[in-house]
C-alpha cells in the first residue's frame, strides 16, 4: 500500500512539474514573439485601451 501511496505522490508531482514548465514556456514564447515584433517596427511598446478610463498605456508584462 505505501508503494501505491508514493507511486502517487511522484507521478503528481511529475504531472505538476509538468504542467508548469509548460505554462513557462507558453509565457516565455509570448514575451519573445512581443519582443521580436517590438524590434521589427521600431516600437518601444505596445498600447492598450483601458475599457474603463477609456485611456491608452503601455501592456505590461503580466497581461
Known amino acids: ?7 502517487l505522490l511522484i ?9 508548469k514548465f509548460v505554462a513557462d514556456a507558453e ?6 514573439k512581443r519582443s521580436d ?3 521589427r517596427t521600431g516600437a518601444t ?3 492598450v ?5 477609456g485611456e491608452y ?4 508584462e503580466d497581461e
Open 49 to 53: 485601451k483601458d475599457p474603463e478610463t
Open 1 to 7: 500500500m505505501a508503494q501505491i501511496i508514493f507511486l
Open 27 to 32: 509565457r516565455l514564447s509570448k514575451l519573445r
Open 57 to 60: 498605456r503601455l501592456r505590461r
Open 11 to 19: 507521478v503528481g508531482l511529475a504531472w505538476f512539474g509538468y504542467r
Open 45 to 47: 511598446g505596445t498600447l
Open 37 to 39: 515584433e517590438e524590434r
